[in-house]
């Protein structure tokens, strides 16, 4: 139980510090570096653009599917997930998510962001437990379980406004010894 005490208060730490430099350095969102980019060493970007990764339709038949003129929300900090081996944090997964919701839905997203992070925070690490982030984590049938329970907590947070949940980025750092 020791072991996992500094890990923790080195993530905590670390992400104090990646949100304070966000907030004092700021700058514009057209030439800001990919999310997650700068939290790990040898992440690579996510792939196309954020035009393209919307311009087509999603595959999934389990949401309401994209609205003309809907909104994307994207959520102000990543979620970090550590992946528990042999009783030792084995690796950290960082994930970017978005929402899409109903037009005029995007301020309630933000003033229930608190809620909406504890339950999305929950369906990660419950993810992360039966084994989700383990092996080829990025496999459609993985990809697919854990949008769709990120899309369940989201409409019981905030109801029909939800859409759809994007995982804007992924990444997976093991922790060496």
Do not use: W, Y
Request: glycine content about 10%; aromatic content about 4%; hydrophobic content about 45%.
């Amino acid at each position: 139980m020791k072991a996992l005490i500094l890990p923790i208060i080195l993530l905590i730490a670390g992400t104090g510090a990646g949100v304070g430099a966000g907030l004092v350095l700021g700058g514009s969102d057209d030439d800001a570096e990919p999310a997650g980019a700068d939290l790990i060493d040898g992440a690579l970007p996510p792939c196309g653009d954020a035009e393209q990764e919307h311009a087509e339709e999603p595959i999934s038949d389990d949401h309401d599917g994209p609205t003309e003129d809907g909104e994307f929300v994207r959520l102000n900090n990543q979620f970090i997930v550590p992946v528990v081996e042999q009783e030792e944090v084995g690796a950290l997964v960082v994930l970017s998510i978005s929402l899409e919701v109903a037009p005029g839905a995007t301020e309630e997203v933000f003033s229930r962001e608190p809620r909406l992070r504890d339950q999305f925070l929950q369906v990660l690490f419950d993810h992360a437990n039966i084994g989700g982030f383990s092996g080829n984590f990025t496999s459609a049938s993985n990809m697919q379980i854990l949008r769709s329970g990120l899309r369940q907590a989201a409409k019981a947070t905030l109801g029909d406004r939800v859409v759809d949940v994007l995982i804007i980025d992924i990444v997976r750092q093991d922790v060496q010894d």
